[in-house]
């Protein structure tokens, strides 16, 4: 297998490009159904997202 530096290096960063894609995605589900609010949406005084009804 002769794989070179720039092929190696791009599977390492798209890997962890997904992983923390993943994190963030999970986050943000996770305080949208715990009904929190991001600190830049209580930095523009926007009101509190209305939990989805249908998601469940």
Do not use: H, N, W
């Not at 923390?20 to 986050?27: A, D, I, M, N, S």
């Not at 926007?46 to 998601?55: F, V, Y």
């Amino acid at each position: 297998m002769e794989f070179g530096i720039v092929p190696a290096l791009f599977a390492i960063t798209l890997l962890i490009a997904l992983v923390f894609g993943l994190y963030q995605y999970r986050k943000v589900m996770r305080a949208r159904r715990e009904g929190r609010r991001s600190v830049q949406a209580e930095v523009r005084g926007e009101p509190p997202s209305r939990p989805d009804r249908g998601s469940r």
